[in-house]
């Protein structure tokens, strides 16, 4: 389907393209409470030394497992950290890893894809004959695996979640690219003497745009959701760094005693990547002639 | 009569409104007959005979009386028995009207079995039976195909076999041949045609093409923008036609007698049914148009067995609609 | 058919070989040395170096790998770094566990969703159609793990209906022949068993196939609402055949070729998610015991899981394209090229 959909947007301007689904997407009633959630989750991430009532890090024995209450809303875990500080400390964590990741994947996987796409023959065959290799095992084992490898830490989850999801772009980039290769307006730019970089970045990329900013904003949140994973497993942040998928994993003991410890960790990563999940929805609509017109 | 349609209106929302693809319109089909539905795309005539199988999804109203029975008053299990047992259909496009993941035998035992006492066994033998009827050559082996393997002038026999393969009393043929090519058409018209003799069965022939109804209609009803503006026997509707739209109809037809230079053109195009023009619907592309033409919409008027909507051939000024 | 099966299974080789070399590369290269995480910290640096040398870890990198694949080919992946055991071994004693899980999560997936899809698309709009969609939206927003802790909370905690964790009360172990619980208990007619096995199943399952659900549910809405336009739909209405022989003989029946390929794509990242869910579920599979391994530097056991999971996938995409074949006679593999 996309298929036809980057075919048919061919003939426009990217930049009227670009304003269409901004129209279309203020239409979109769920689309627009995503992106005020994102909104605010970005703002939490940015000013989020100003929003802690505590220190996240601060622990005190004496007042662990407190049920959420006035002091402590959302309660204190098994170290009597407050669970609400740590939390907003743990936004900026979650939404830079995925939008660097993605960033990250993006670009690699767009620069493979434009090459394989645009130059075909072997180059074309051994890039994808890679990135086959690489769909072959659940992007979430290869994380694993490459978060073993390289140790724990931020930078490290940022780079084994970026580098698993670079196929996927690449994929996208090359079909679209295989498509629009041989359309009219290309060759004509061959044929006025452009050179092929300048015909990838300015004739071919603009119209792989459109599907490419779906496919990462869902991206966002499938890095989102793979960086909690591997917090959960213990294989995200060096402790005692807040991270929201690390708290659930630490806190996995206490699931009868103190469940309020798991519960907002989890309310957290679930309403980030159901809104970047919203947000791709209402895009991947407002970029499809078919549902834009019903 | 074995069918009767009284009123019929058919009625689609729309986002700017309510949209009239049938409006007011009366026929009647006996045993035997074939009815020629004519007219452009947009006229209403591919909606009217849905509205009578109870397919469409628009809004219905008006009466469609079944040996004096109202299919409207049905339930939508009564319906699903008369369908494809005593009126069925077969439609324009036969690339696409089989469904491809299905071999012919089991889409035309699906019909057989449904509406008929049969066993499998008895079924498959129908079914080839029926494929015979159609000049399907060695069906035992062509039963076993699958869509694709067919061509269309073949695909459009299966549905016409699947179509028949309950005695049906009413056939209603939507474009039958206009996907196919030329030869092909003649050949699925002629079968049709032969078949409506052999097991007197009326017709419904929806069409655009006039040729095809001059060669096998017994009567004729001219549609523009969801409302009847003529209605005639073959005969007299070549013979004299009377509404300028079918005068421009019939002179648009290339004749080989006719020493014509340049073919008519009816000028203008059809307007939009969310967008009429006041008054008559045909008043923007008519020759003949007069002032009241554009205020006021004439009556279906009843002139020697036959009936057109014309104000050329009112004598009073009260016969609107 | 079979000369396409034939070339699809030669076309798999080179991509499982260039699996096992970025495995292979991510443990052996990339990684820190195993030997003080298997040893401990306080070995001393002979005893280090004997155990390298026991290992094979001081060849080259090139022939570590030629040794290793050597011994791979004829069934042999090495020796796990702390039981000892062959990994095959330690495979596959733990496999049945995550097979059984995987294909309750996919079965629970793909009933629910088609069934939900089908009838989001049937009744286009309506209250049941954006239900369905928000459930499906939901689905897969939900961190698998999350899901599962949550469930545990309530159906464990709450309710106390179902087992929190584990895959069967130790009491109740059947004989073992298949080493898949359910159908060892039902072939030595052990129903206590049986029930026990099927409680310690639900919620395991749906939790790992939550995900896979909402996205076939998703895929079969939109694969029905494509199908229910088509013309052999309308032709089926006129035959007069009932609205759930149209909807599921002709309608549902064509959208699935769509949907399968999703279920096949699925099944395989279930693996993946096993990890995941294992782990929360206590479920003594493949999945926690290779993270585990992972964080233990156990490189014998994580390359073999890794491969196993690979080849898995790669012969789901065969098996899913075979299929394809037989839900879709227009398609032809023998005369494609691809």
Redesign the interface.
């Known amino acids: 389907?996309s298929e036809q959909n980057g075919q048919e947007q061919v003939l426009e301007k990217p930049e009227s393209q670009l304003k269409e689904i901004w129209y279309s997407l203020c239409r979109n009633k769920g689309a627009l409470i995503a992106l005020g959630i994102i909104v605010f989750l970005i703002f939490v991430a940015i000013f989020r030394d100003f929003l802690m009532p505590y220190d996240p890090n601060y622990s005190d024995m004496g007042k662990a497992f407190q049920r959420p209450n006035s002091e402590h809303w959302f309660g204190t875990d098994q170290l009597g950290r407050d669970i609400f500080s740590r939390i907003i400390y743990g936004t900026r964590i979650s939404l830079s890893v995925g939008l660097i990741a993605v960033t990250f994947a993006l670009t690699v996987g767009t620069v493979l894809g434009s090459i394989a796409g645009y130059f075909g023959g072997k180059v074309d065959t051994v890039i994808m004959?890679?990135m086959?290799?690489?769909l072959?095992?659940?992007?979430?084992?290869?994380a694993?695996?490459?978060m073993?490898?390289?140790?724990k830490g931020i930078d490290k989850a940022i780079i084994a979640i970026g580098l698993v999801s670079i196929p996927e772009y690449a994929r996208i980039v090359r079909g679209s690219i295989l498509s629009i290769k041989e359309s009219d307006y290309v060759q004509a730019a061959k044929v006025i003497g452009n050179n092929d970089m300048t015909i990838i970045f300015k004739h071919i990329l603009p119209n792989v745009l459109s599907s490419l900013i779906v496919r990462a904003t869902l991206g966002i949140?499938t890095a989102v959701?793979d960086t909690?994973?591997l917090g959960?497993?213990?294989?995200g942040v060096q402790p005692p760094i807040a991270e929201w998928?690390d708290m659930?994993g630490r806190a996995?003991g206490f699931?009868?005693s103190a469940?309020y410890t798991?519960?907002f960790p989890?309310m957290a990563?679930?309403l980030t990547?159901?809104a970047f999940?919203?947000l791709g929805?209402g895009l991947r609509d407002a970029l499809d002639p078919k549902s834009r017109n019903k | 009569m074995m069918l009767e349609v009284k009123n019929l209106t058919t009625e689609f929302k729309q986002k700017k409104g309510t949209v009239r693809a049938v409006n007011n319109v009366s026929f009647s089909v006996a045993p035997g007959e074939i009815l020629a539905i004519v007219g452009e795309s947009g006229s209403g005539k591919s909606v009217t005979s849905l509205s009578i199988m109870g397919l469409t999804p628009g809004k219905v109203s008006g009466e469609i009386l079944f040996h004096g029975e109202d299919l409207r008053k049905k339930s939508v299990k009564e319906m699903q028995d008369i369908r494809g047992d005593k009126i069925s259909m077969i439609f324009q496009e036969p690339m696409t009207s089989l469904n491809p993941v299905h071999r012919i035998k089991d889409q035309l035992c699906e019909t057989i079995i449904r509406h008929m006492d049969l066993s499998k066994e008895d079924a498959l033998k129908r079914a080839i039976e029926m494929l015979t009827l159609v000049g399907i050559p060695s069906p035992e082996k062509r039963i076993n195909d699958y869509p694709h393997q067919m061509s269309g002038g073949m695909r459009q026999r299966v549905m016409i076999a699947m179509a028949l393969s309950c005695h049906p009393e009413l056939l209603i043929a939507d474009e039958p041949t206009t996907a196919l090519d030329v030869t092909i058409q003649a050949q699925i018209m002629e079968l049709i045609y032969q078949l409506r003799e052999k097991l007197n069965m009326g017709v419904i022939l929806i069409t655009h093409d006039l040729g095809v109804v001059a060669e096998s209609a017994d009567r004729v009803i001219v549609m523009y923008c969801g409302r009847v503006l003529e209605e005639a026997s073959v005969v007299d509707l070549f013979a004299n036609p009377k509404h300028p739209y079918t005068k421009g109809l019939l002179a648009s037809i290339p004749r080989i007698d006719d020493q014509q230079e340049r073919l008519y053109m009816i000028r203008g195009m059809v307007p939009n049914l969310a967008d009429m023009p006041a008054g008559c619907s045909f008043s923007d592309r008519c020759d003949f148009c007069m002032d009241k033409c554009r205020q006021k919409m004439p009556k279906l008027k009843e002139v020697d067995g036959r009936a057109v909507r014309c104000f050329l051939y009112h004598d009073e000024e009260e016969e609107t609609e | 058919m079979i000369q396409y099966i034939i070339k699809r299974l030669l076309q798999t080789i080179?991509?499982?070989i260039?699996?096992s070399i970025?495995?292979f590369a991510?443990?052996r290269v990339?990684?820190?040395d195993p030997a003080p995480i298997v040893l401990g910290q306080h070995a001393t640096i002979e005893a280090t170096e004997a155990w390298r040398e026991a290992h094979g870890l001081n060849e080259p990198i090139i022939q570590q790998y030629f040794t290793y694949m050597g011994n791979a080919l004829q069934g042999d992946l090495g020796t796990s770094y702390y039981t000892k055991q062959p990994v095959t071994q330690e495979i596959f004693s733990r496999f049945p566990a995550t097979v059984e899980l995987a294909i309750a999560a996919i079965l629970f997936a793909s009933f629910f969703g088609i069934l939900i899809g089908t009838i989001s698309a049937v009744k286009k709009n309506s209250i049941f159609d954006n239900l369905g969609m928000l459930l499906a939206?939901?689905g897969?927003?939900?961190?698998?793990?999350?899901l599962g802790?949550?469930m545990?909370?309530f159906f464990s905690?709450t309710l106390g209906i179902l087992p929190?964790g584990g895959r069967l009360n130790p009491l109740l172990q059947p004989d073992h022949v298949t080493g898949f619980y359910i159908i060892d208990a039902l072939l030595s007619g052990d129903m206590a068993a049986l029930k026990d096995a099927i409680h310690h199943l639900i919620l395991p399952a749906v939790a790992l196939g939550m995900y896979s659900m909402a996205i076939i549910a998703r895929m079969t809405r939109?694969s029905m609402l494509e199908t229910l336009e088509q013309d052999y739909i309308r032709t089926a209405r006129a035959k007069g055949i009932s609205e759930k022989s149209v909807i599921i003989k002709h309608g549902l029946r064509n959208a699935l070729i769509p949907i399968v390929t999703v279920i096949g794509l699925q099944l395989?990242?279930l693996?993946?998610?096993a990890?995941?869910t294992e782990?929360?579920f206590s479920w003594p599979g493949i999945g926690s015991y290779?993270?585990n391994c992972?964080?233990k530097?156990d490189f014998p056991v994580?390359q073999g899981v890794?491969l196993l999971?690979?080849t898995i996938?790669?012969f789901m995409n065969l098996i899913v394209d075979i299929i394809y074949a037989f839900l879709d006679p227009r398609i032809k593999y023998s005369k494609k090229g691809d």
């Open positions: 389907m004959r890679c086959d290799m690489m072959a095992v659940p992007s979430i084992l290869l694993i695996t490459f073993a490898a390289l140790g949140s959701l909690a994973a959960f497993l213990g294989l998928g659930l996995r699931i009868f469940p798991l519960i989890g990563i679930s990547v159901l999940n919203m929805d | 080179p991509v499982l260039g699996v970025i495995v991510i443990m990339f990684s820190p939206l939901i897969v927003s939900l961190p698998i793990f999350w802790i949550m545990i909370i905690g929190s939109s395989g990242s693996l993946g998610g990890v995941l782990t929360v290779t993270v992972i964080l530097s994580v890794v999971i690979a996938f790669v």
